[in-house]
């Protein structure tokens, strides 16, 4: 098939019943369709692409250059292909309508929210697939030819038949639908480096010989720039589930690091030291082994619960109940290190100021879906702490969202949000390190590996933003330590919740330093 038009539905795709009951909630999205947009028009310059999205505030946002999300290098590359140049034309687009984009694209991703479900059967657990199943209808009653159907949100085990049921009984006499599972496997923060740099692409389909021509249609399509041999194809229902599991490993391995942390701060081990004897056994590798405060994020929650729940509706109570500890050691490691902050504080938080450096859930990024931040300020707050808080990229307005909402009243007397990390420590007591954000650290920048194979071109846009020699310098800026600590009420303590500081340089200036994982 020669493919000339795409689209990726993105967002929200029905209105809620009662509109004032969605304006009272914290909703953040940070849909990974405008990313994956952007790399897939700049690498296929003759093939139009056109988001679509119901949020007309967010389709202009955009056709703007102040974009609905951050993420490393996206402007950049949304530019090139949204704005075209001397020597291409534009061939990336954003719409609110929806039916013409439909109407014109060969393939169509599907790119909605499939959040946890917060009512009916499988509350709290099962994910939410009422946008995808809008969006299918959608495709179903405006398709006149033929289309492939490209999930890429992830969806419980089995949703591809459900989407096939669904194109069939409802969609247009003549009309052919293929449906293919192409799962996205990116990391906030590094997810142009993810989208140019890919692991792998794995594309799930049926072993039709029109299931097989619609696998190589998007096969075609990464192949202008991603190495065949990373292009990975399993049958639909390996692909779905794939999805799930990486996630819900990753959260594990996190897990894991965490839980021998607290064994470390007990007996006087040192968790770095155990990671890096650990990660040099080839068989487990190095990556994912920084003891933290605990994971967060919109992914690795909601795709733990949902394998926990597929577990418990195929009847198997143990599974269910060994992927639901990992969230609870998770919110356990959180607790445990609010009890270090009381407990080091001389047991009482009342009438002392406390700085939090940091509120999105990892760095790069302005995302802060269940963020260790928020209920670490909670746990605070609920001491008798005065808090002042700074984190570069997540806006004034969704901290006060994400604090009131899970605080109450009384909130906003308590906390004070700052324009810059000096102003947030001056005169605190303690400083709180909660997003690893690399103005925060005292440690060296790391330079980043060079991936072969890989184009000039890629590796320095994947890691422009993270190599000091082309840096702009407010990325490169670090805190001066020893300004702050001259600023700081004693006792003067820093806890780094993301072990991001070099202990030893921080107590030559006179502050007593607390890691995850360490006792100092």
């Not at 809620?16 to 994956?36: D, E």
């Not at 009381?342 to 269940?370: H, M, P, Q, W």
């Not at 605070?380 to 605080?407: F, M, R, S």
Request: some cysteine; hydrophobic content about 40%; aromatic content about 6%.
């Amino acid at each position: 098939m020669f493919l000339k038009e795409c689209v990726l539905t993105s967002g929200s795709w029905h209105k809620p019943v009662n509109p004032a009951q969605s304006q009272s909630r914290n909703i953040q999205s940070h849909c990974w369709g405008g990313p994956t947009s952007a790399v897939i028009a700049s690498k296929n310059p003759s093939v139009g692409v056109t988001v679509t999205d119901i949020n007309e505030r967010r389709i202009s946002a955009w056709k703007s250059n102040r974009l609905p999300i951050f993420e490393p290098g996206l402007l950049e590359t949304v530019q090139e292909a949204r704005d075209g140049s001397a020597s291409r034309r534009p061939n990336l687009f954003f719409t609110t309508d929806i039916e013409a984009a439909i109407g014109a694209a060969d393939l169509i991703f599907v790119a909605v929210n499939t959040p946890t479900k917060t009512s009916g059967r499988g509350v709290g657990r099962a994910s939410e697939t009422g946008f995808l199943e809008s969006a299918i209808r959608t495709i179903a009653e405006v398709a006149e030819t033929d289309k492939i159907i490209v999930e890429k949100s992830t969806v419980p085990l089995g949703t591809a038949g459900l989407i096939r049921e669904i194109l069939d009984a409802i969609g247009n006499p003549g009309v052919h639908f293929e449906v293919l599972s192409n799962p996205e496997f990116l990391a906030e923060g590094t997810a142009l480096k993810d989208l140019l740099l890919p692991d792998r692409i794995l594309i799930g389909s049926l072993s039709s010989p029109s299931g097989i021509s619609a696998c190589d249609t998007l096969r075609n399509l990464y192949s202008t720039w991603v190495p065949q041999s990373k292009i990975i194809t399993t049958h639909l229902l390996s692909s779905e589930l794939a999805k799930l599991a990486a996630n819900a490993m990753l959260g594990q391995r996190i897990t894991n690091v965490n839980s021998l942390s607290a064994i470390c701060e007990a007996t006087g081990a040192n968790i770095e030291e155990v990671s890096n004897a650990v990660g040099l056994d080839f068989r487990i590798g190095p990556k994912m082994l920084n003891a933290s405060v605990g994971f967060g994020g919109s992914c690795f929650k909601k795709d733990i619960l949902s394998l926990a729940y597929i577990a418990e509706t195929l009847h198997l109570p143990e599974i269910a109940a060994y992927w639901t500890s990992v969230l609870e050691l998770n919110e356990y490691q959180k607790d445990r290190f609010a009890q270090r902050i009381v407990r080091c504080l001389y047991s009482t938080l009342t009438n002392k100021k406390i700085a939090i450096l940091g509120f999105a859930f990892k760095k790069n990024t302005g995302d802060t879906r269940e963020s260790p931040a928020i209920s670490i300020c909670q746990a605070l707050l609920d001491e008798g702490a005065q808090i002042t808080l700074y984190d570069p990229k997540v806006p004034k307005h969704q901290i006060w969202a994400d604090l009131v909402c899970n605080g109450g009243e009384g909130t906003e007397e308590n906390i004070t949000i700052c324009e810059t990390a000096y102003q947030a420590c001056h005169d605190v007591n303690a400083v709180v390190i909660l997003t690893e954000w690399d103005e925060f650290s005292n440690r060296q920048p790391v330079e980043p590996a060079v991936v072969n194979g890989a184009t000039k071109e890629d590796v320095h846009r994947a890691h422009a933003v993270y190599h000091p020699s082309v840096m702009p310098a407010a990325i490169q800026k670090r805190m001066d330590w020893e300004r702050v600590a001259k600023t700081m009420r004693q006792p003067r303590y820093v806890f780094d919740g993301r072990n991001i500081t070099d202990a030893v340089e921080l107590q030559k200036l006179g502050l007593r330093v607390e890691h995850i994982g360490k006792s100092l």
